[in-house]
């Protein structure tokens, strides 16, 4: 049957899957003639004003041509090829045969040690099939090619952004790919790792790789606020032909078999992203060669090493190298604020979108035949992988910390000295209101982590300090969406400013800023009031504890 499947037409997947064709009826009466078509992914590249304004507005003009070209033809396989293989995936999912069947003999899996034998892991032929155009596409490897040099990042970066709705979460192995080559890049690897590297930035199917992430979560989750290790463990997916055309099963199946010393105890049961293999490995003496220990943001895209240019430099001369190297750090400084805080933001806000536009469809959006389901079960998994809110609103708080509050410095000049700028007369009002939020909360974080004090450095902290300690960490979740909503207000505003935008791009800019920016109280909040959120939280759990 496997090798049956492996040479499927990919026309005939969404037959295979189940999934009717777009020009069939999902949807009829016996007692009446009313049919209604099955809904239909427009071109979202055309059908972008947006992105094609800010593509128009900041490419350099050959750069545009060659990139929007791109897009255009991309988006157009987007819409008729990509959207249907992402649909059979969520009805294929990944299955785990085990040697005794599903869940190994009476339910319990066999292990190769006890003399069991091979397990094989189905994948959707749909998701194979995506895994080969994403190498073709480049949506790994075009920023590691740099054909358009510093611009690279930004057509990844957008057809990302089209392929991503109706890939059914593969961007999350490109997503880990790029992790992993960015790392092998900056590390500057050799041997084996910079094997690995060009598997993974590779646009041939046959050759590409795609990397997985791993947790401990038996020594308690995959916080790695306290340093992490990495390691490169050859698994055998993606290796050694798993995924050529000649293996039996080719690319619809990986045989677990192939190396003994990994173990997959079973798949996960998920809310959503059902389509995506994620399991509980076991590694039993399986090589591995150690990459290099750091902290947990080595593992963030594009942001490493952004504070330690900021440490132990004489400011004391003016030269141009040193104004240059200043700004290097503010930006450095930056884009290290903003990547927690643009994570948080973005998941928050993609869940209460998706489940704002299944409602707008009625009844018909609670039905899984149109796929809004799907999207809205899939996205819930945002502020969870992307690291939750709490995690990465205390992320923000340790970015204050250790530039001891000089990125609140860095965060105001930007937006100021951004829209200090000639604006057209309907932007001075949103811009007055973007500057003045922006103090705001730049004034609550000083407050709650005076400048003057060393926090974060090993230094003792006097109770005092601990209480204000307090009132940052409590305040981080609404300080960490003023941040968010004042930039947003910036960047829309910066946008609707050049000569070629819309009506539409001002009117966006004036109802962001009109909304409440700063959501952290102008004069702070004192321990009483953290004290009684606490007792409003724990006033029932205390009687419901057993009596002593």
Request: with cysteine; aromatic share 8%.
């Amino acid at each position: 049957m496997l090798k049956a499947i492996s040479h499927l037409h990919p026309l005939l997947l969404r037959r295979v899957a189940g999934i009717p064709n777009a020009c069939t009826s999902y949807s009829s009466t016996f007692t009446s003639s009313f049919y209604q078509d099955e809904p239909e992914l427009p071109d979202p590249y055309s059908t972008d004003p947006l992105l094609q304004g800010y593509l128009i507005r900041n490419l350099p003009k050959q750069t545009h041509t060659d990139v929007t070209a791109d897009l255009s033809r991309f988006s157009r396989l987007v819409k008729e090829q990509i959207d249907g293989l992402g649909r059979s995936c969520e009805t294929w999912g990944p299955v785990l045969l085990t040697n005794g069947g599903f869940g190994g003999a009476k339910g319990r899996r066999t292990d190769h040690a006890e003399g069991g034998g091979r397990d094989f892991l189905l994948i959707s032929p749909g998701w194979s099939l995506l895994r080969k155009m994403s190498a073709r596409e480049g949506l790994v490897s075009a920023p590691y090619e740099r054909k358009h040099g510093d611009w690279s990042r930004v057509q990844q970066a957008a057809k990302l952004y089209l392929f991503s709705p109706s890939s059914e979460l593969f961007t999350c192995p490109i997503a880990m790919s790029d992790g992993a080559a960015a790392v092998l890049k900056d590390i500057k690897a050799k041997g084996e790792l910079a094997v690995a590297f060009e598997h993974l930035t590779s646009r041939d199917p046959a050759h590409f790789w795609t990397s997985g992430q791993w947790m401990t979560e038996r020594r308690g989750g995959s916080d790695g606020t306290k340093g992490i290790s990495l390691f490169y463990v050859e698994t055998g997916f993606g290796h050694r032909g798993m995924w050529s055309e000649d293996d039996k099963g080719a690319d619809f199946g990986v045989d677990l078999g192939v190396e003994q010393s990994l173990h997959l105890r079973r798949l996960k049961n998920k809310l959503g992203t059902r389509q995506l293999p994620t399991a509980e490995i076991e590694l039993r003496g399986t090589p591995a060669i150690l990459v290099e220990t750091r902290g947990a943001l080595l593992l963030t895209l594009e942001v490493a090493r952004l504070l330690g240019a900021a440490e132990g430099r004489n400011w004391g001369q003016q030269g141009e190298e040193q104004q240059e190297m200043k700004m290097v750090i503010r930006d450095e400084h930056l884009l290290r604020l903003l990547t927690p805080i643009a994570k948080l933001y973005t998941a928050k806000q993609a869940v209460r979108v998706v489940s704002e536009g299944l409602e707008c469809f009625g009844g018909e959006g609670y039905m899984e035949e149109t796929g809004i389901p799907c999207l809205l079960r899939d996205t819930q998994v945002l502020p969870i992988w992307e690291g939750t809110t709490n995690v990465l609103a205390m992320d923000m708080v340790r970015v204050l910390h250790k530039s001891r509050g000089a990125v609140l410095t860095h965060f105001l000049d930007h937006i100021e000295e951004g829209l200090s700028h000639h604006l057209p007369s309907v932007l001075k009002t949103p811009a007055n209101q973007v500057i003045q939020a922006s103090r705001s909360v730049v004034d609550f974080a000083r407050w709650a982590m005076p400048e003057d004090k060393s926090v974060g450095t090993g230094k003792s902290i006097e109770a005092n300090d601990k209480g204000i300690l307090q009132v940052l960490e409590s305040s981080a979740r609404n300080l960490a969406y003023s941040f968010a909503r004042c930039y947003v207000g910036y960047l829309l505003i910066d946008h609707a400013s050049w000569t070629g935008a819309q009506a539409t791009d001002v009117f966006a800019a004036q109802r962001w800023s009109n909304q409440q920016l700063c959501l952290v109280p102008a004069q702070g909040c004192n321990s009483v009031d953290i004290a009684m959120d606490k007792e409003l939280v724990n006033e029932g759990l205390r009687k419901m504890q057993p009596p002593h």
